[in-house]
């Protein structure tokens, strides 16, 4: 099956401090990566969708000029929290998909503590 | 707006069947999704299901899609205590976007 990577797993970090999230998909193209967030015990939360060569799509409510998504190939994406702040401790995952919408794949996670 | 509803918590034992049932307010969905996730990973992609379809088998999952009442279910048959996770239920539009549902959380006693 298709296999999606995320650096690194864990990641503390002070706060005002920008911490980078990088996902890959390591044997296919993806066209489409989107990227969630996780409270514990809680459902994920699309946070914005990059498709490659273009501007990340953000959902209603998140702010683009904290989380910084750079789509730079086919299989890495980005995530870049600027200026973090305790609040934006959490579980961010990111799922890459191929031209095939069906299927959708997910990385493994990064756990962001902001101290 | 877009919106899908699981139960919380289901509890079986080693052996019995689980059915985990979901329900979403979409029509126009085109996919929907079962995924599992288990402690501080990531989701993995279990099975899914075209929404022309009623029914998909793949191993001991089985899942049943009732179009007109917007209820999705997944059953695993002889659930083993690996089987012990969160299910997550998920429609899905032409663009991809996935909503999700809150979870369920599977507990598989032996």
Known sequence: ???????????????GTSV???????????????????????SLMLM?????????TYEQGVEKDKFLINHASLTLSTLTVTSAHP???SFYICSAREDRPYEQYFGPGTRLTVT | GEDVEQ???LSVREGDSSVINCTYTDSSSTYLYWYKQEPGAGLQLLTYIFSNMDMKQDQRLTVLLNKKDKHLSLRIADTQTGDSAIYFCAESSNTGKLIFGQGTTLQVKP
């Open chain 1, 1 to 15: 099956g298709a296999v999606v990577s995320q650096h690194p797993s864990r990641v503390i970090c002070k706060s």
């Open chain 1, 20 to 42: 980078k999230i990088e996902c890959r998909s390591l044997d296919f193209q993806a066209t489409t990566m989107f990227w969630y967030r996780q409270f514990p015990k809680q």
């Open chain 1, 48 to 56: 914005a969708t990059s498709n490659e060569g273009s501007k990340a």
């Open chain 1, 87 to 89: 609040e934006d401790s």
């Open chain 2, 7 to 9: 139960s919380l918590f």
